[in-house]
C-alpha cells in the first residue's frame, strides 16, 4: 500500500498539448520578428514613400527635374557602367582560377577577395586618397603629369571597384566547384578549344550564379556611400552621386528633394529584390532537374 506522504509523477504532455504549446512558441516568434521589421524596416521606408509624396506627385516629379538631381543620376550610371563591368570580368577570372587550380597560397587569395566585405568604405576611401592624393604615394607623379584622381570621377569609380569587387567572384566560384570538371574535359576530348568550351559549357552552367553577382555587384555600386563620400569631395554638380545627393539636400533642409531621390533609390532597391527572387528560384528549378 503506497504511503499517503508519496509525491505523484507528473503526466507526460498529450500531443494535442505539445502541439498547442509549440504552436503558442511559433506564433510569438512569428510576432516578434514582424515587430522587429515593423521598427526598423517598415515604418521608415513607408516614411520615406509618405514624406516625398506629402505635397502630391507633381512636385515629385519636379523635384526629379532638378539639374543637381539628374546630374547624380547620371553620374551614378557611368560609375555603375564602368565598374560592373570590370568587376564582371575580374570575378569570372578569380572565380576560374580559385575552382579550378588548386596552388600553394589559394587561401590567401580568397582572404584577399573578401577584404572588402570586412574593411569599411570610409577605409577603403581613405586608403584610395593616401596613394593617389596631392600628398599620396602617387600625387607628386600624378600632379606632374595633370592627372587627377581624387576628388574627380576616376577616384569615385575605383573606389565603387573595390567596394563591390569581391561579390560575382564570391557567387560564382560554388557554382563552378558544384558543377565540376566532367562536361568541359568532355568537350576537350571532342576537339573544343578553351573559348568554345567557356562559351558553350562554362557559361550556360553559371550563367545565374552571375547574373546573381552582376545584380548584386549592381545595386552596391549605385548605393555605396562611404567610399565614394571619402574620394569625391560631395561636390553638387560635379562629383555627387545620388546617395550623396540625399544626404546633402537633408542637410541644407531641402527635405522634399531628399525624399524624392531616396523613393527612387528605393525603387532600385526593390526591383534588385525581385530580380534576386527570380534568379534564386530558377537556381532552385535547376538544381531540382539536375538531381532528378
Not at 561579390?167 to 558543377?179: C, K, N, S, T, Y
Request: proline fraction near 5%; include cysteine.
Amino acid at each position: 500500500m503506497a504511503s499517503t506522504g508519496s509525491t505523484l509523477k507528473t503526466l507526460p504532455d498529450t500531443p494535442a498539448q505539445k502541439v498547442k504549446r509549440y504552436d503558442w512558441t511559433k506564433i510569438g516568434l512569428i510576432a516578434l520578428a514582424v515587430l522587429y521589421l515593423t521598427l526598423i524596416l517598415f515604418i521608415p521606408a513607408l516614411n520615406v514613400f509618405v514624406q516625398a509624396f506629402s505635397k502630391g506627385i507633381g512636385p515629385f516629379f519636379a523635384n526629379l527635374t532638378e539639374p543637381a538631381f539628374q546630374n547624380a543620376v547620371r553620374l551614378t550610371l557611368i560609375i555603375a557602367a564602368i565598374a560592373v563591368p570590370i568587376n564582371t570580368v575580374f570575378g569570372l577570372c578569380a572565380a576560374w582560377v580559385i575552382a579550378r587550380k588548386r596552388f600553394p597560397g589559394r587561401a590567401l587569395v580568397i582572404s584577399i577577395l573578401d577584404v572588402p566585405f570586412s574593411v569599411s568604405p570610409v577605409v577603403a576611401g581613405l586608403m584610395i586618397v593616401l596613394l593617389y592624393g596631392r600628398n599620396g604615394w602617387f600625387g607628386p607623379f600624378l600632379n606632374a603629369h595633370d592627372i587627377k584622381i581624387v576628388f574627380a570621377l576616376p577616384g569615385m569609380i575605383l573606389a565603387t571597384a573595390f567596394i563591390t569587387l569581391p561579390f560575382v567572384a564570391r557567387e560564382v566560384i560554388p557554382v563552378l566547384e558544384e558543377a565540376g570538371t566532367d562536361q568541359e574535359e568532355a568537350a576537350q576530348t571532342l576537339g573544343a578549344k578553351n573559348w568554345q568550351i567557356f562559351w558553350r559549357v562554362t557559361l550556360p552552367s553559371i550563367r545565374w550564379g552571375l547574373l546573381y553577382g552582376v545584380l548584386l555587384t549592381n545595386a552596391r555600386a549605385m548605393g555605396e556611400f562611404g567610399a565614394i563620400s571619402v574620394v569625391s569631395g560631395n561636390i553638387a554638380n560635379k562629383t555627387q552621386t545620388l546617395p550623396l545627393f540625399v544626404e546633402e539636400s537633408y542637410k541644407q533642409y531641402q527635405t522634399e528633394s531628399a525624399y524624392s531621390a531616396a523613393v527612387l533609390l528605393a525603387f532600385l532597391a526593390v526591383v534588385t529584390l525581385v530580380l534576386k527572387e527570380i534568379l534564386e528560384r530558377k537556381t532552385r528549378i535547376k538544381q531540382i532537374k539536375e538531381e532528378a
